[in-house]
């Protein structure tokens, strides 16, 4: 992968992340890439390639937006950790199908099909409404209480 290629998905996406109202999930999936080398190296490499083969000059050309891409990208890596399906949570709480014209402001999470396990965010919004957050709380956290702050 060209490095200017690399550098312009990047400026593009930060032009596109800034206004939009969803938070920058590139911390998040490094965070979730590190659990996969660990867990299962095979796909962690699947994942790695598509970063560079597919994401990066996909959002260089133009081809596809940046914020749509790197949400689809999360959703891949979530699903690459745990089998089970993508959903969003709206302003009010409501849970919608997944699909990737999504509004920015909407909550992305992962629902493993295993049932001990906990959802997994695959977008945050900058700003979270109360519903999100208590979805949040109780589906990512397993709390059943608000923070103080929040």
Request: charged share 30%; aromatic share 6%.
């Amino acid at each position: 992968m060209q490095e200017d290629t690399k550098e312009k998905a990047d400026r593009l996406f930060q032009e596109a992340l800034k206004d939009s109202g969803m938070g920058d999930p590139r911390e998040l999936y490094r965070g979730l890439l590190r659990e996969l080398k660990r867990a299962d190296p095979a796909r962690y490499e699947k994942l790695v390639t598509h970063f560079q083969a597919v994401l990066v000059p996909s959002i260089a050309s133009g081809e596809v937006g940046p914020l749509n891409a790197w949400r689809e990208y999360g959703r891949l890596l979530a699903e690459a950790m745990a089998e089970g399906r993508t959903v969003a949570i709206d302003l009010s709480g409501r849970a919608h199908p997944y699909g990737p014209d999504l509004p920015m402001e909407w909550l992305l999470l992962h629902l493993p099909e295993a049932k001990a396990a906990r959802a997994m965010v695959v977008a945050m919004p900058l700003e979270p409404s109360t519903a999100q957050k208590a979805t949040y709380e109780l589906l990512v956290r397993g709390s059943h209480r608000m923070p103080e702050d929040g």
